[in-house]
């Protein structure tokens, strides 16, 4: 940090110390050892309070450096050492600093990503945990099982020795500890690398051949990167947890991504019935002591499985033995706003940092993937049959043209669904991507349409809350009785959505009807109780958005209908096809999960395009072939690296006129295999009140990439503009539009 008076004075050159600040600046800071601090302590990895301009902040120590990056003499000392060792592992200091760089974004909030906020505010670590004495472990099994509490805390402690915040977040209070204290069942001590258990709970069934070479391949103490690809229920997950339970065995830990908060807790009861070691859990629904907790039982290897959606992937470990990204295709893995990281590539890349081997399961892989598999970058294992009992269901096309069509059901549909669930007294579910009750709406008499104020967009129909809203930004207003322009009263909707369907199907059905979106389903409890509905297995009809696609496990479910396949078939971004086909597949793979004859129903205008031709025969790799193939004729992802450089303003043109000058400022010095595209004004021109435009970089290698990020954001910097324009670059976007 500058400051105009010299601080230090001695002779002897000192040492300088590098630190990530919490500030959105693309560089380190230099600052001096506080004095009187004993060098040995100064480790990177450790937490430093650090005056900043007028306040003081918690940064990590990067690097202590002989010289400094500004005049020494400027220099000012750090205020004092939080950590007496360091509170980042290596791999992830050095898996920081790579998506620092590779994804240009500031280096201070990256390790703030790894962190959690306890921390970042200068809290410290337990320095002990709870254990069972020797006594504790001895004592039958029901005993104290008048004192709920006290049994409870005895419970969670024979998985092994917990954090004073677990048993805190478990509900187990001080009071309980110091009485199971004084009776000589547990006692506190100060944390050890102790390992955790590798005790199984439960054998596994025998796995099959295909699974069991999957799992024979993976190579332990070293990088290695494997691709599973199984049909849905084809038996990912008993791999995964071959995996790990090997893993275990070796002293190690396991980390494991999944993308969806709503399938932890499911997924969490799978392992927990596996395994005697804890399952740390870390996901965007905790509290900060929860999360606080989760992080220290994975830091200090307490917790044998870390488990968590996309942030997890920055969680140090201990003793990092593998790394699993399940269903690795889905585009919650990328973050999209502030630090636009993909999970699964961090991930690979943390595997490859922590010499561990890592593997990526999913029945409809990315294309990236897929490629990085066909050039024997990954290893590809297969899994192609369903195991415990269900086949997979055979997919049909309904060609829509000239059927008459009731809230977009097509009476073949609707027969399909009363066979199911009154005559089979089976579940049907339905898939339809559009929430609300209609897209538009349109005044009869003079034909004014609803659109959003401040997007380039209609507002949505949502009928039961008796309002319209715009789903691109907040905007919310009463649905009108009369037009706003001439005052018409015969206003029409267009279109259709969930809650549309939902109110016909309730009207012609005597059976319940789910409803599964993002208005209906708010919270994690909201999913919970639909999957109780869906493994009670009582008949009905579950009729959802992509929530509906997310790998979850619905017993009953005989019959999938994709009410407008349609929808899904034309899109703005040149990933629209694959994402297509893996929503089909993903949503078709709910049906006959557990026993023959499950039926998916794909309802389109247009049965004789070649995607569903292909899906209709199951060849989800005949159509990832063809993909491909345009990608590689277009030199698009994954045979071109893409990103984009996006600027944001309220003025119509300050964004382009913005990439303009960057794009000035750049030609000539970009590597010769980099090629720039636009400015471009995105599909949605208008969104919440500003224009958005982006430059494309195109680049034939990772290096080149790069590269040209560097300069990108440098130039991009260097350059003025108006301060109500923002800018960001984004490596590797998922989402183009
Ligand atoms: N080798 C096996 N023998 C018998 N049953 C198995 C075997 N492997 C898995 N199963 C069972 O088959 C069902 C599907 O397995 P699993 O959930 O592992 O599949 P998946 O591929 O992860 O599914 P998803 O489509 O949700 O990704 C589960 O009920 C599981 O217990
Ligand atoms: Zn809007």
New binding site residues.
């Given amino acids: 940090m500058l400051c105009s008076r010299p601080i230090v004075t001695q002779s002897k050159k000192p040492a300088v110390l590098r630190v990530a600040a919490p500030v959105p600046l693309r560089r380190p800071f230099d600052y001096l050892a506080p004095e009187s601090q004993n060098p040995d302590r100064l480790r990177p990895g450790i937490r430093l309070r650090v005056p900043f301009g007028k306040r003081e902040i918690t940064a990590i120590l990067l690097e202590v450096a002989a010289e400094a990056s500004v005049n020494a003499e400027q220099l000012r000392p750090a205020l004092d050492v939080l950590d007496d060792k360091p509170l980042l592992t290596p791999g992830i200091m050095a898996l920081c600093k790579w998506s620092s760089d590779y994804y240009q974004h500031p280096v201070g909030e990256v390790f703030s990503a790894a962190i959690p906020k306890a921390l970042r505010e200068g809290r410290g670590l337990s320095e002990t945990h709870w254990r069972l004495t020797t006594e504790g472990k001895g004592l039958p099994e029901g005993a104290l099982s008048r004192a709920k509490s006290q049994a409870k805390a005895l419970a969670l402690l024979q998985t092994g020795e917990q954090l004073p915040e677990v048993l805190k977040n478990a509900g187990i209070s001080g009071a309980v500890l110091r009485e199971l204290t004084a009776k000589g069942l547990v006692e506190r001590c100060r944390i050890t690398t102790s390992l955790p258990s590798a005790a199984l709970k439960e054998n596994?069934?025998?796995?099959?051949e295909e699974?069991g070479s999957a799992v024979a391949a993976v190579e332990w103490d070293s990088f290695s990167c494997h691709l599973l690809q199984?049909?849905?229920?084809?038996?990912?997950?008993?791999?995964?947890?071959r995996l790990i339970a090997a893993c275990l065995d070796r002293g190690e830990q396991a980390l494991v991504l999944i993308p969806e908060i709503g399938l932890t807790p499911q997924t969490v009861k799978?392992f927990e019935a596996r395994f005697q070691s804890p399952v740390a859990v870390l996901h965007s629904g905790l509290s900060d002591g929860q999360r606080f907790a989760a992080w220290q039982a994975a830091q200090s290897g307490t917790a044998g499985i870390v488990m968590g959606t996309r942030s997890a992937i920055f969680t140090p470990l201990a003793r990092p033995g593998l790394i699993i990204v399940?269903?690795e295709h889905d585009g919650s893995y990328k973050q999209q706003d502030g630090f636009r990281y993909a999970a699964r590539d961090v991930a690979v890349k943390r595997a490859q940092l922590e010499g561990c081997p890592v593997m990526l399961?999913?029945?409809t892989p990315s294309l990236e993937s897929l490629e990085n598999a066909r050039r024997e970058r990954y290893r590809h294992h297969f899994?192609r049959g369903?195991?415990?009992?269900?086949e997979l269901p055979m997919l049909q096309t309904v060609d829509l043209r000239g059927l008459q069509l009731n809230a977009g059901i097509s009476d073949y549909l609707m027969a399909a669904i009363r066979e199911t669930v009154e005559a089979q007294k089976r579940q049907a579910l339905l898939f339809l991507n559009r929430r609300g009750f209609a897209p538009t709406l349109q005044c009869h008499s003079c034909g004014w349409v609803a659109g959003c104020d401040h997007c380039d967009a209609r507002l949505t129909v949502h009928l039961r809350k008796r309002c319209l809203r715009c789903h691109h930004c907040a905007a919310q207003r009463a649905l009108p009785a009369q037009c706003p322009d001439c005052g018409g009263t015969a206003l029409l909707t267009h279109g259709l959505g969930t809650e549309q369907t939902e109110e016909f199907l309730r009207n012609v059905l005597s059976c319940p009807v789910h409803r599964v979106d993002s208005d209906a389903m708010r919270g994690v409890d909201a999913m919970q109780s639909l999957l109780e509905v869906a493994h009670s297995e009582e008949p009905c009809v579950i009729l959802g958005t992509q929530m509906l696609t997310k790998?979850?496990?619905f017993p009953a479910v005989q019959l999938v209908g994709v009410i407008d396949a349609d929808a899904l078939l034309y899109s703005a971004d040149f990933r629209g096809e694959e994402r297509m086909a893996q929503l089909v597949v993903?949503v078709a793979?709910r049906a006959g999960?557990?026993s023959a004859g499950g039926k998916v129903l794909i309802q389109t205008h247009y049965p004789d395009d070649p995607l569903f031709e292909a899906l209709r025969h199951g060849h989800f790799e005949s159509i990832t072939r063809s993909l491909l193939d345009k990608r590689r004729a277009s030199g698009l992802p994954p045979y071109g690296q893409l990103m984009l450089l996006r600027s944001d303003a309220r003025n119509e043109r300050d964004g382009e006129a913005f990439l303009r000058a960057v794009q000035k400022e750049v030609t000539g010095f970009l590597p010769p295999d980099c090629q720039l595209i636009g400015p471009l004004p995105s599909a949605m021109p208008r969104r919440a009140g500003r224009f958005r435009w982006q430059l494309w970089c195109l680049s034939a290698s990772r290096g080149s990439a790069m590269a040209a990020a560097r300069l990108l954001v440098e130039r991009a910097e260097g350059l003025r503009k108006s301060r109500e324009l923002s800018w960001f670059i984004d490596v590797d976007p998922s989402d183009v539009v």
């Fill in positions: 596994g069934p025998p796995l099959s699974q199984g049909v849905t229920g084809s038996g990912k997950t008993e791999v995964y947890l799978r399940d269903e399961g999913s029945a899994l369903r195991q415990g009992g269900g790998g979850h496990h993903q793979g999960r557990e």
